[in-house]
């Protein structure tokens, strides 16, 4: 298994992660289907701000 922390999200997540949160879902819940910590999710979507709270 790769660490994410060093390499960062697959695209395959990434995909899914944008999927799940048009879909409303929390962002507890993405990190729980997805495996990646809340924290590094917020990271994520800080730094590629194309979604809106």
């Not at 922390?5 to 409303?24: S, W």
């Not at 507890?28 to 809106?52: M, P, R, Y």
Request: glycine share 6%; aromatic share 4%; net charge neutral.
């Amino acid at each position: 298994m790769q660490d994410i922390q060093t390499k960062g999200i697959p695209q395959q997540t990434k995909v899914l992660i944008e999927k799940l949160l048009l879909g409303r879902f929390a962002l507890a819940e993405v990190a729980k289907v997805t495996g990646i910590s809340e924290q590094l999710l917020q990271n994520h979507l800080n730094a590629n701000s194309t979604f809106e709270n």
